[in-house]
Each structure stands twice: as structure tokens, then as C-alpha cells.
């Protein structure tokens, strides 16, 4: 059964960079297409960020266009996607979660101060 498994969030001051992983273990998820979503203090979950199953077509939410890039890596055995962030904002706080398959990972915090 894939697990996915987020890693790499942290506390970042504004301006700065953070980079997420997701690895899928347990299985393949090369043919999916991965998702991240995000969901702020108070707030309802949000769309971040999708790559379809090779890489090739991104689709990223206009609230994050131009600050974050997503990317993914099936040549390593968790076919791992990524989330580099640069320019956080303090409204990027958040958990980020990623998805594929209807399957969703633990979470990620996410904190930038201002």
C-alpha cells in the first residue's frame, strides 16, 4: 500500500526559501499525477501546486505563481515530487500536505515570520 511522507518544513523568515519533499513508499506512484494542497490556521484547505505522472505539466495557484516551483523525481525509488519555495510570505504559514491517488501524507509545518 503507497504511504506518502512529507518532510522538509520548518520556520523561515519572510523572503526566505524552504524546500518540500514527498516521497511515496510501499508501492509506485509514478503513474499519478501528485498534488499539494496546503491549510492555514483557521482556513479551509487550499490547492498549492499538481504535476502530472512525468513531470511534464505543472499547474501552480495564482496566490503562489512565480514564488513556488514543483517538481518530481521517478528515477529514485520513492518517486519523490518536490515543493521549492522561495519569497515565503507570512501567509504561507501553513500545513502542507500532499496528495496522489486520493491518498494523502501526514502533513508538513510550515512557519514564516515576519
Known amino acids: 500500500q503507497v504511504q506518502l511522507v512529507e518532510s522538509g518544513g520548518g520556520v523561515v523568515q519572510a523572503g526566505g526559501s524552504l524546500r518540500l519533499s514527498c516521497a511515496a513508499s510501499?508501492?509506485?506512484?509514478?503513474?499519478?499525477?501528485m498534488n499539494w494542497f496546503r491549510r492555514a490556521p483557521g482556513k479551509g484547505r487550499e490547492f498549492v501546486a499538481s504535476?502530472?505522472?512525468?513531470?511534464?505539466?505543472?499547474?501552480?495557484a495564482d496566490s503562489v505563481k512565480g514564488r513556488f516551483t514543483m517538481s518530481r523525481d521517478n528515477a529514485v525509488a520513492n518517486n519523490t515530487v518536490y515543493l521549492q519555495m522561495d519569497n515565503l510570505k507570512p501567509e504561507d504559514t501553513a500545513v502542507y500536505y500532499c496528495?496522489?491517488?486520493?491518498?494523502w501524507g501526514q502533513g508538513t509545518q510550515v512557519t514564516v515570520s515576519s
Open positions: 496528495s496522489a491517488g486520493g491518498l
Open positions: 510501499g508501492g509506485t506512484s509514478s503513474n499519478f499525477g
Open positions: 504535476i502530472n505522472s512525468n513531470g511534464d505539466s505543472r499547474i501552480v
